[in-house]
């Protein structure tokens, strides 16, 4: 009930014009909690009509999304700053997601923007990171990646010759170009399980904004399982949000979703979206070990693509086995200095502190 709440105050919200929203007051009270929580208050606040904006609920939407337009402007900064600086030590950064964004919707407020996200030249990875824990730049939230690996890209040299540059008040950002940008989001979404609904208003918005430019090839890619993927989430996401179909290539339009998929989705969309907590930092704030593993059961979806399976109607449970595993070795083996060296482990501590410095931007 909820999810279907969500899924309907935010159908459309991302175009220039969105029909208005009629939800009865203690539906749209529901919606409004989980609307927050997402990320996506500006985008359900501007589908209020004035009477439904004068309520509780439409109060608490306004204060986020006016919230999400002080933050972004601080992001817009940090961005900003983080760029110039690797730029003077001759680094190139590409942007992705966050601000890259901010062009598919109306106005800048309606996307809140976490941290800054740059991918970097493997070679020069660690001058990069060395840069970004000075200490005038370690406050802010740069996640640095080294190449694309992260979104199960390698092909480095041609998503780096598709980018192109976006201006940042007379400062060259550069950012993805759309047919890479709808994929890496797209994988972004399914690696943590499409458990934010703002995730899918990207892709949505990514989807209609796509002319008869766009590259579907490109951005569905040679490999066969990640262009399985990629079709999924834009499948997954025209159903729940209401998407015209009507253009996308045949493997997009034909891609038949199993139900499991839609109802783990509509499950993680009706609960408060959270931020979860890496497992090795759950185990160790907790004495309960087994009972801590259970909240980190991972969810079909993100078992999924962690396993390198497909979308398909076959069971979930092994998927989601090997993947609890898997992390629970990785977390035993850190335990035991087996796979973290002094560097990794001090990076690993950086990241911690921007977690939940993102956490708390987010709530």
């Known amino acids: 009930m909820k999810a279907a709440l969500l899924k309907r105050a935010l159908e459309g919200s991302w175009r220039r014009s969105c029909t208005p929203l009629d939800l009865r007051a203690e539906e749209l009270s529901a919606a409004a909690d989980l609307a927050v929580r997402a990320g996506v208050a500006g985008l359900v606040w501007r589908r209020l009509d004035a009477s439904s904006r004068a309520g509780a609920a439409g109060e608490e939407l306004r204060r986020s999304y006016y919230g999400c337009v002080l933050k972004n402007e601080l992001h817009r900064r940090e961005l900003k700053t983080a760029v110039e600086a690797l730029g003077r030590a001759g680094i190139d950064a590409v942007l992705v997601k966050g601000w890259a964004l901010e062009d598919l919707y109306p106005e800048p407020g309606l996307r809140p923007c976490g941290d800054i996200d740059l991918c970097v030249r493997r070679a ?187 979308f398909n109607e076959s069971p979930r449970w092994l998927y989601q086995a090997g993947c609890l595993g898997r992390r629970t070795a990785a977390y035993a083996a850190q335990s035991v200095g087996l796979m973290e060296t002094p560097r990794a482990r001090v990076k690993r501590g950086t990241a911690e502190s921007a977690e939940m410095k993102t956490r708390k931007n987010a709530e």
């Open 124 to 310: 020069d990875y660690r001058r990069a990171d060395e840069l970004m824990q000075m200490p005038e730049y370690r406050e802010m939230i740069v996640d640095l990646h080294s190449g694309f690996d992260k979104f199960y890209d390698r092909r480095i040299d041609e998503v780096w010759a598709r980018s192109r540059l976006k201006d940042l008040d007379g400062v060259g950002i550069r950012v993805l170009a759309p047919e890479d940008s709808l994929r890496f989001l797209c994988i972004h979404m399914l690696r943590h399980g499409a458990n934010r609904a703002l995730w899918g208003c990207d892709i949505a918005a990514a989807v209609e904004a796509a002319g008869a430019g766009f590259d579907w090839d490109v951005c569905l890619g040679e490999d066969r399982k990640q262009a399985g993927w990629t079709a999924s989430a834009i499948a997954l996401v025209c159903d729940m949000l209401g998407v015209d179909k009507t253009g996308l290539p045949d493997r997009i339009r034909n891609t038949r979703l199993p139900g499991w998929m839609i109802a783990a989705v509509e499950a993680e969309w009706a609960q408060p979206f959270g931020f979860r907590l890496q497992i090795r930092r759950g185990l160790r704030l907790s004495l309960s070990s087994l009972t801590e593993l259970k909240r980190h059961w991972p969810n079909p979806v993100e078992a999924t693509v962690e396993m390198g399976g497909n």
